[in-house]
């Protein structure tokens, strides 16, 4: 099969260096990738909001199959052009149309949702920019901590938790008027705040089965303890040390089935992933968000631990041909570390020489999330720059793997 993946970060590197590994590849395209893919297909300077060029790429080469790693693609509708376009819909898509993705382009359609099909979540209550009196009197008559959600896609920054009531009028202030997040905040989402612990599970489904890939836990400060800043994400483990049989069941029956069931009740066409950000409290498991994709720096932990053909895997999903179960998994642990520019997730400097790669590939696998090529050198093109996923059955022993693996690089 001739493969077409969308994305450069991380993830798509993890992607990457999973397909290739299947012997069911023929050639696979990234679009735009980055330099550590090069060894796992070719690179292709393909922009995914141009359909037309997508379009002929595709039938030039062949494509039988098209993955998207990041969200964008998914929310403003390449899904559905592929569909409706005739000489594109025999390829297999894997990731939801416009409809399905707005579980995570609209946080006030995915709480509609979960409110619909009794999944547990916060309560809440959304307001539009006529609406801030409403939404300060809301405020007012709710204890904090105040949680706020930017409704669209804010690129992961669209969420603010304030402890002081004057602050959180303030903030919904800015978002409503001042348009902090742009249009993605003229709508905003007011949430009851989650006491517990957060994790995420992931499945593949067709809208109507599903295969439930390994969970994982993410950790998003900046500093050793969860001392610092929030980031995109600093690494990853998998399996998640505290989630249990008894737990794992309540996902399934009270999150994950009524998520798949409810789709096919709302005639919602969904072929790929769903990320659901899941929080254990002491009332139980609560569903934070969905996403409509795999996460970062999740899925390097996650492909790492499959042990089945991923070609084979998507393409039953393609063909709508799922039957429920659990994917073959590894016994090993698997923890990933990100090495970050100096000053992220503030300012830093960029385009800085990264050394050290090959020394430490053999500590652990590594996978190129912000770099470029210039002049036959990889250079920083971003603040989380490498990440490193080290695997073995004793966690302690896959977490200093990783974190030897990092001695190797120098500062950027």
């Known amino acids: 099969m001739n493969v077409l993946l969308f994305g450069s970060g991380g993830r798509e590197s993890a992607f990457a260096w999973k397909i290739a590994q299947s012997k069911l590849l023929n050639e696979l395209y990234i679009a735009p990738?980055?330099?550590?893919?090069?060894?796992?297909?070719?690179?292709?300077?393909?922009?995914?909001?141009?359909?037309?060029?997508?379009?002929?790429?595709?039938?030039?080469?062949?494509?039988?199959?098209?993955?998207?790693?990041?969200?964008?693609?998914?929310?403003?509708?390449?899904?559905?052009?592929?569909s409706d376009t005739k000489s594109l819909s025999d390829i297999?898509?894997?990731?939801?149309?416009?409809?399905?993705?707005?579980?995570?382009?609209?946080?006030?359609?995915?709480?509609?949702?979960?409110?619909?099909?009794?999944?547990?979540?916060?309560?809440?209550?959304?307001?539009?920019?006529?609406?801030?009196?409403?939404?300060v009197e809301y405020l007012k008559n709710t204890l904090g901590p105040y949680v706020l959600?930017?409704?669209?896609?804010?690129?992961?920054?669209?969420?603010?938790?304030?402890?002081?009531?004057?602050?959180?009028?303030?903030?919904?202030?800015?978002?409503?008027?001042?348009?902090?997040?742009?249009?993605?905040?003229?709508r905003v989402v007011v949430e009851e705040f989650l006491d517990g612990i957060?994790?995420?599970?992931?499945?593949?489904?067709?809208?109507?089965?599903?295969?439930?890939l390994p969970e994982a836990k993410d950790y998003k400060r900046i500093q050793n303890g969860d001392k610092g800043l929030n980031t995109g994400g600093m690494g990853a483990v998998s399996p998640v040390p505290f989630l249990t049989e008894s737990i794992l069941n309540e996902v399934k029956q009270k999150i994950i089935e009524p998520t798949i069931s409810g789709l096919s009740k709302d005639e919602i066409d969904y072929v790929g992933f769903v990320?659901?950000?899941?929080?254990?409290?002491?009332?139980?498991?609560?569903?934070?968000?969905?996403?409509?994709?795999?996460?970062?720096?999740?899925?390097?932990?996650?492909?790492?631990?499959?042990?089945?053909?991923?070609?084979?895997?998507?393409?039953?999903?393609?063909?709508?041909?799922?039957i429920t179960r659990s994917l073959k998994v590894k016994e090993e642990t698997a923890i990933a570390v990100m090495s970050v520019s100096k000053g992220y997730p503030g300012k830093y400097a960029d385009g800085i020489l990264v050394r050290g790669i090959e020394e430490a590939s053999k500590e652990a696998i590594i996978f190129q999330a912000g770099t470029r090529l210039e002049d036959n050198k990889i250079l920083t093109n971003g603040g989380r720059v490498l990440c490193a996923t080290a695997l073995d059955k004793d966690p302690s022993i896959a977490r200093e793997k990783a974190y030897k693996s990092l001695m190797f690089f120098n500062r950027f």
């Open 33 to 82: 990738g980055n330099p550590g893919v090069k060894e796992y297909g070719k690179c292709v300077d393909l922009k995914w909001d141009n359909f037309s060029q997508v379009r002929d790429f595709c039938l030039i080469k062949s494509i039988d199959m098209v993955i998207v790693g990041p969200e964008d693609p998914l929310v403003y509708g390449l899904a559905d052009y592929f």
């Open 275 to 322: 990320f659901f950000g899941l929080i254990h409290t002491k009332r139980g498991i609560k569903v934070i968000e969905y996403n409509c994709r795999m996460g970062d720096p999740e899925t390097e932990v996650v492909l790492a631990r499959i042990n089945e053909d991923i070609m084979g895997v998507l393409k039953q999903a393609g063909e709508k041909e799922i």
């Open 149 to 186: 959600k930017a409704d669209g896609l804010a690129a992961g920054k669209g969420v603010v938790i304030h402890n002081d009531l004057n602050d959180a009028i303030n903030e919904i202030t800015e978002m409503l008027h001042g348009e902090k997040f742009g249009e993605a905040s003229s």
């Open 92 to 135: 297999y898509f894997i990731g939801p149309k416009k409809q399905g993705a707005k579980l995570e382009g609209s946080k006030d359609f995915s709480k509609k949702f979960m409110q619909r099909h009794d999944i547990p979540t916060a309560s809440y209550q959304t307001f539009g920019k006529k609406e801030l009196t409403e939404a």
């Open 198 to 212: 957060e994790f995420s599970v992931f499945v593949l489904t067709d809208g109507h089965g599903y295969f439930l």
